[in-house]
């Protein structure tokens, strides 16, 4: 009950985060916001086979790279006025930009999670990191789409009633894309295919002597990953106004995986807190010292060495359930 | 004065709640003068270089610029876009930042800039400046006081044509602005090349390309290997010894001060050009490099110069509008006659904001007492040479 | 024909090159378990200690002694300090604590040594180049570093197949509490292992330096090749890594020497030599995966 008090609190603070800032004189917080809720989104979606699948994929960020391109071509082939591959139009509508995303991405994600399911522990580590390197490589070649300086939107996604030109009218898209994406993990976890997920991070053994086959879950899985990450790379092109191959840099993967085991491993709020709690310290440090990387390293550090379980266990042992 | 963010940011860190931090208190009535730029990653002596030189102009005219007192606001981007754009809001929101500069990446500008253009702020380049904002993007309040990215090969281009190659082998990574350097090369050049390779972001061994290179016997070689990676290309093109059979032309960024120093007397004889150079017999070169050493005990590179130049600039408009930038015609006007002694010499800006001004050859040379220099060469490459854009520019 | 050979070449040597970082990566990996991606940051370390004091000293051997003692020292502080209390956990916390250690690591290089790229001189003895293929002089320096790559090979297999220490390391691998029972202190072997390790990280990155450039950020840019190499040998296998090392050499150099000449013969020059350059870029990629979905554990697994 407690536990429902604050976390509607919570809510309610977010969502009247625009206001408190214009009142704080600080109005660029409300697109570091922005930025949290998006890679909060990416964090989720990879904490799903991350921390309740137990696959450590090492790749997401060509998933958060595609969505982004995915918005990033179709303006500007709207722009251009040129069909797509001769078929399709371009577009700057909210719904059809966002939802090619996700549709990239998680077609993507079947065809390299159906390949690289097939290994385990670190060769799928290794696996997902060479697929996304391969397209980090393919995009920084692209030069028809800018190649490594990337690609400028100049027009945010279109919705009716909606001005995604206004910082606080993306930020709450955002933040109830976040709350929406949240629920729905709640609920897919909390089902049988999210039991048989745990059930199998445990011991895949125990789940074959139950005559479940656990593949096809874990590419499913998979699948729902790549189509929220894909979301929130659609929504940072959206956000940024801009793409470019660094969102599929290796390194971009690894601060997504840093997100998820910051907050705090398969707990559905602990991505969120990871991501707020990276991007702040990386905004924050990075304005505070230009060594900053220097004291963020050793930070990292304290996290894995001594709060085992991440922000959020840290804060059920303030508030125990 | 110089006011790091580290003064400004650990109060306002640390008094305000975790997710509004305050603005800083304003100091006194200066002018705030946003920097983005790269201070950590392989490419972050760039950056460096560029606040430096900028932060001396300052120095030297006692915390002004132009007679306005102005405070620079530094943050390092860390070459990420994303980092990049959220720095150029957070100035421009919190600390009402009008003005802003320090970019070296082209990739951290295309991310950053359309933000503040859209927002009626000021942006004045001092390195990246890619052929859209000179050409079909360009923007009134967009100013680069470096170069047009293509100028800086279509001046190799034209010096390996000058120096009478009639087959020049041409190297670049596989990457944009690579394109870019072997597309304004080959304009100048305007011979057919014996061959292009493009190499890899990611490579450190080109084992294989110097083979191809010795196949195909060229008169000279032109590459463009920016930062660690030409630095690698070169210490492999010596070891191969291909230096004393084909010589080589670059452009700027494949050979600055730094990169020189971290390849050795390897690069001796190699062939650069550049819109500046330590060596240019002027009173204000004179100035600047004797200030620069005095103050940073270390030779610049041209980034420093062009973060001198950037301040400098500036400095002429605030001149001209007594210290305001918020009437962006005012400014504009005031900008635009490049009233400010360079230390590369002529400068001036063509109609679309660019600069417009001469590209000198240099060569790496051993001088008196035996240390590497980059000494420039009699005659000009280019004369108050602008870009290919501007025709394409209407604001 | 020469050409064809003079590439086979350039391909082993950037394979051995490859290896030396990867042999202490897979012994790491082999018998501690740990995912080290901090071993890029010892490789640094070794080629910016050594290429200081060899500016300091202008001594070689100096310099090639404190390369090698600076990445030791380092990685034996870098384990006790950090890894040995991450041996029990799993690979995220893992990656995790050792990707904190490079933003250490390369922020402290720059505090130290500054941003711009230091310069690192061949030793006089290796300069100048030997024809070994008839007509196409090659750099003596590339070829000293094969003969240090086949020295560390034969070395490690020593160590590990014919000595005691080998015996004890290969037996902690697999059976730490039987050695612990013996009276061994695993602990301490654990440490002198990651020390070894880092001393050959540091020996890869002070041969690296006259041919590469020395500067922050080195480490990464190899180190995802490493693991490629590493994946591909099968993981802790020293024999592996040495396949793995000369296969991705082999492949990256000839698809870099030979695919866009390929290519422009079937299709139009500009186009073909985008395509071959992408295509060549992705080639270890491809490479890796398509090993392991053939051979999932790679190509000598360890403890097979």
Not at chain 2, 308 to 329: F, S, W
Not at chain 3, 45 to 71: D, K, P, R, Y
Not at chain 3, 265 to 282: E, F, H, I
């Amino acid at each position: 009950m407690r536990d429902r008090l604050l976390l509607g609190l919570a809510l309610l603070l977010a969502i009247a985060l625009p206001w408190l800032a214009e009142a704080a004189g600080s109005p660029a917080t409300v697109s570091l916001a922005t930025r949290m809720a998006i890679y909060a989104i990416a964090a989720a979606s990879l904490n799903l086979v991350l921390g309740y699948g137990g696959l450590v994929s090492f790749g997401h960020a060509a998933y958060f790279g595609l969505g982004g391109y995915a918005v990033g071509i179709l303006y500007a082939h709207w722009r251009s006025e040129e069909l797509l591959l001769g078929l399709i139009p371009g577009s700057i509508g909210l719904l059809p930009t966002l939802g090619a995303a996700m549709l990239l991405g998680g077609a993507s994600a079947a065809v390299l999670g159906a390949l690289s399911l097939r290994t385990r522990g670190v060769q799928f580590i290794m696996i997902t990191l060479a697929f996304a390197q391969m397209l980090f490589f393919l995009f920084v070649s692209l030069k028809a789409y800018g190649g490594d300086d990337g690609l400028s939107i100049r027009r945010r996604g279109e919705f009716p009633g909606l001005d995604l030109r206004a910082p606080a009218q993306l930020y709450w898209l955002c933040l109830g894309l976040l709350v929406g994406w949240l629920l729905l993990l709640w609920r897919v976890t909390r089902s049988r295919f999210g039991q048989v997920l745990a059930g199998a991070r445990q011991s895949e053994r125990r789940m074959a002597a139950l005559g479940v086959s656990v593949y096809p879950y874990r590419l499913v899985a998979f699948v729902i990953s790549g189509m929220g990450t894909a979301l929130a790379g659609g929504l940072m092109a959206n956000a940024l106004r801009f793409v470019s191959p660094d969102m599929m840099h290796w390194a971009k993967s690894g601060e997504l995986m840093i997100m998820v085991i910051l907050g705090g491993l398969g707990t559905l709020l602990g991505p969120v807190l990871g991501a707020i709690a990276l991007v702040g310290l990386e905004n924050w440090l990075s304005a505070w010292t230009e060594h900053w990387q220097f004291i963020l390293g050793p930070i990292l550090l304290a996290v894995v060495l001594f709060g085992r379980g991440g922000l959020m266990a840290l804060l059920r042992r303030v508030l125990p359930a | 004065m110089i006011e790091r963010r580290k003064l400004l940011g650990s109060a306002a860190a640390l008094a305000a709640a975790p997710l509004l931090a305050r603005p800083a208190l304003a100091q006194g009535a200066a002018l705030k003068i946003g920097m983005i730029t790269s201070l950590s990653g392989p490419g972050a002596y760039l950056g460096q270089d560029i606040r430096d030189g900028f932060a001396l102009a300052m120095e030297v005219d006692s915390g002004k610029l132009g007679g306005t007192p102005v405070q620079l606001l530094v943050e390092d981007d860390a070459l990420k876009p994303g980092q990049g754009k959220q720095i150029a809001e957070r100035f421009m929101k919190n600390e009402k930042v009008r003005l802003l500069t320090g970019i070296v990446f082209s990739n951290v500008l295309g991310a950053a800039v359309p933000d503040v253009l859209d927002a009626g702020g000021i942006y004045v380049s001092p390195n990246a400046s890619p052929s859209n904002m000179a050409g079909k993007e360009c923007h009134p309040n967009f100013w680069s006081v470096a170069w047009q990215n293509d100028s800086l090969h279509e001046a190799a281009g034209q010096a390996a044509r000058n120096l009478g190659y009639k087959k020049v082998f041409v190297l670049a990574p596989n990457y944009q602005a690579g394109k870019d350097a072997i597309t304004g090369f080959k304009r100048k050049y305007a011979l057919p090349v014996a061959g292009e390779i493009y190499t890899r972001l990611d490579q450190t061994d080109y084992a294989a390309e110097m083979a191809q290179i010795r196949a195909a016997q060229p008169d000279a070689i032109y590459q463009f290997h920016p930062g660690g990676l030409g630095i690698a290309f070169l210490k492999q093109y010596v070891q191969a010894g291909l230096s004393q059979s084909i010589p080589m032309v670059l452009s700027s960024p494949s050979m600055d001060y730094n990169t020189m120093m971290a390849v050795g007397e390897a690069a001796v004889g190699i062939t650069v050009t550049a819109h500046w150079n330590s060596d240019f017999d002027n009173a204000a070169n004179r100035g600047f490099l004797a200030a620069f050493q005095a103050k940073y005990n270390r030779m610049p590179t041209y980034y420093a110069e062009q973060g001198y130049d950037t301040a400098l600039a500036i400095g002429a408009a605030l001149r001209g509008t007594k210290g305001q930038v918020d009437d962006t015609e005012a400014f504009r006007k005031a900008m635009m006659p490049a009233k400010f002694e360079s230390p590369r010499g002529r400068f001036a800006f063509g109609p679309n904001q660019h600069p417009v001004c001469d590209w000198f050859m240099l060569k790496v040379q051993k001088n008196g007492d035996g240390k590497l220099a980059l000494v420039t060469q009699p005659g000009k490459v280019l004369e108050n040479y602008g870009d290919a854009h501007s025709a394409q520019c209407k604001f | 024909m020469a050409l064809l050979l003079e590439q086979l070449l350039n391909g082993v040597q950037l394979g051995v090159m490859l290896f030396l970082l990867a042999a202490g990566l897979t012994l790491v990996f082999g018998i501690m378990g740990v995912i080290n991606l901090a071993h890029g940051s010892l490789y640094m370390v070794g080629a910016f200690a050594s290429a200081f004091v060899a500016a300091q000293t202008g001594s070689f051997l100096l310099a090639l002694l404190a390369g090698l003692a600076a990445a030791a020292l380092c990685g034996m502080a870098v384990e006790y300090v950090v890894l040995r209390r991450l041996y029990a956990r799993d690979h995220l916390d893992q990656v995790l604590a050792t990707f904190g250690l490079i933003l250490f690591f390369n922020q402290g290089m720059v505090l130290l040594f500054g941003r711009q790229p230091l310069f690192v001189d061949i030793p006089p003895l290796l300069q100048g180049a030997v024809e070994i293929i008839p007509g196409v002089p090659y750099p003596a320096y590339r070829i000293a570093i094969i003969g240090v790559g086949l020295l560390v090979g034969l070395g490690l297999w020593f160590l590990l197949q014919k000595t005691r220490v080998g015996m004890l390391v290969r037996a902690g691998a697999t059976h730490r509490d039987m050695v612990r029972a013996l009276g061994v202190d695993v602990r301490l072997l654990y440490t002198l292992v990651f020390g070894l390790g880092a001393l050959l990280a540091g020996l890869a990155g002070l041969m690296a330096g006259p041919i590469f450039s020395v500067q922050v950020g080195m480490g990464e840019q190899i180190l995802i090749q490493t693991f490629v190499v590493i994946v591909i040998g099968g993981l802790g296998s020293v024999r592996g890594a040495v396949a793995g090392a000369l296969l991705v050499g082999l492949v990256d150099t000839l698809l870099r020497a030979f695919l866009p000449a390929t290519l422009r013969s079937v299709m139009q020059g500009a186009d073909a030599d985008a395509l071959a350059s992408g295509l060549a870029s992705m080639g270890i990629y491809v490479l890796m995966a398509l090993v392991l979905l053939v051979r999932p554990r790679g190509l000598f697994p360890a403890h097979a």
